[in-house]
């Protein structure tokens, strides 16, 4: 059916009273394609609010560090990344605010590490360690493997469950050579590394 053939079934019908304009208009707007441009503008700004966020989060800690008690740093870190992630949940929640909520996600896979780590040493904890390393890792790598799959299939999960999994994996390979004199040349142990995690990717995008 051509264009003009289709208007004028449009007319005959609306000069019937069979038609009427907030019909057209609904078929129009339900029909017509989204505008991606739009879409994809409104999460680069979601995304950059993000950012700017994470900065000030850094800014305010970076000037205030020294002055701060323990208990402050940890709620201003760890906390933040909590608080954001919970009301990623809840944005979520509603089709409309999707993008709101990955940016809150995104903004708590950036500083629940942060936070996680302010913890453990403020609990005396030693961050240079492997072992310490892993179990954080570890537990980062179990909240956003475990959000991809009880929250659903985002791609914010994916990309911090990847950086935690790749990051878990370095630090159990450390842990594992230790200091054995086989593997002295540091450099021979992240070629392989690095091989070994592009195969992975590689599999895991098939």
Request: glycine residues 10%; neutral net charge.
């Amino acid at each position: 059916m051509d264009k003009i053939t289709l208007l004028n079934e449009v007319k005959a019908a609306a000069a019937q009273g069979l038609l009427g304009r907030d019909e057209v208009l609904a078929a129009f707007q339900a029909g017509a394609p989204a505008d991606k441009h739009h879409v994809t503008l409104s999460k680069v700004l979601y995304y950059l609010g993000g950012t700017i966020i994470i900065v000030g989060i850094v800014v305010l800690l970076g000037q205030n560090w020294s002055s701060l008690s323990v208990p402050i740093r940890i709620l201003v870190t760890l906390g933040s990344g909590a608080a954001a992630y919970v009301m990623g949940i809840l944005f979520s929640r509603y089709e409309n605010l999707e993008d709101v909520g990955q940016a809150f996600y995104f903004i708590s896979g950036m500083v629940l590490p942060v936070g996680l780590g302010v913890l453990l040493d403020s609990q005396g904890f030693n961050l240079n360690s492997n072992s310490v390393q892993l179990y954080a890792a570890l537990a980062l790598f179990a909240v956003f493997l475990g959000s991809f799959f009880l929250l659903g299939r985002r791609i914010v999960f994916m990309i911090f469950s990847l950086i935690f999994g790749t990051y878990l994996f370095h630090t159990l390979i450390r842990l594992i050579i230790g200091d054995a004199p086989l593997f002295n040349d540091l450099s021979k142990v992240w070629e392989y590394e690095t091989l070994v995690v592009g195969v992975c990717y590689l599999l895991f995008g098939a």
